[in-house]
């Protein structure tokens, strides 16, 4: 493992309501000396979730919902931030019933996956979801979301849907599947 | 396809040198207001560009860096920003020389994959590159990077790797997998 550079110096240069950027001096092992840019802190610091929900043995749920980033109605995996005195398997649940109107009796932690780690801190959760049953939630959502069902042997189609585009959505759903297959509860 | 949500204000609430917060009001059509905020503009305009580069039949290489949003060494796929004048497969070629030390006689672009669709308007175009030469360019990194390779019937343990953990770049993996199977070059 190669040595950390050395920080020589730590400010926020700017900060919102959502969104705080961090600028750090760094000192590489080879003298080198950079000025980084990081985003740091959106949410509650308690992290944030995504759920792969299968609603039958091949077909997960997508969650259609306008995206202020992007200025359009996306499709996307149902996902929010855990809340203070939840653990991540309990937010899954939770944000499920609201965003999807569906609990879960089995839930299970995938992996951890990060944003885009050179300039940004975020991480998520992913949570494969099974076992469903309907039960609705009020999320704080200004409008219903969209339910839609997608087959996990289409997962290469869905990236060219012009209304999907989510990096990190995409490797859940390859990794939920790669699971099920492994488990040989699955086979392309 | 629904209705947007109309946009009645918005306005640059932070700024700093590579990001841009953007606060939005906006009315949805069922009458509801909210207030979002989006990252904008990072970067140059130009877009961005990730690169699953194959070294053989079966593996694409990997670069190690030390990433300062996480504050980690990393290992992810190279990637960069596009440069004025370049095209999306003449930037990844670029990058892929500067970062891994290959030049590459085949260039496709696979898809477009957003980051974090909700809050952030980013996106990087993948391309696949395969035919692969020595050749070195000489780029802003502040120290050289490890260069690794990954088979490609080990994406769901990359995924458990400690030093992996970038979203969309195992989501291009993934992709570009499925791609070379369909077309019959590679087989799990």
Redesign the interface.
Known sequence: ??Q??EVLAREI???????R?E??Q?R???G?E?T????VG?GNGYGAVMIVAMVDAEHALLV???????????L?LPKGLVEPGEDVLAAADRELKEEAGYGARQLEH???????????????QVVLASELYEERLEGDE??PM?VERINLRE??SL??HPQF????????L??AR??LI?RGVFSL
């Open positions: 493992m190669r950390k550079p240069v700017a900060s919102s309501r959502l969104f950027v600028e750090v760094l590489f092992s080879n080198v950079r980084y840019e990081r985003l959106r259609e919902e306008y995206c202020g980033g992007t200025d359009s109605y996306e996307s995938l992996t951890e996956l990060s944003l885009s780690p050179g300039y940004m801190s975020q991480k998520i200004p409008e969209g997962l290469a990236a060219q585009s989510e990096g990190r959505a995409l490797a859940a390859y990794l790669d699971l492994q």
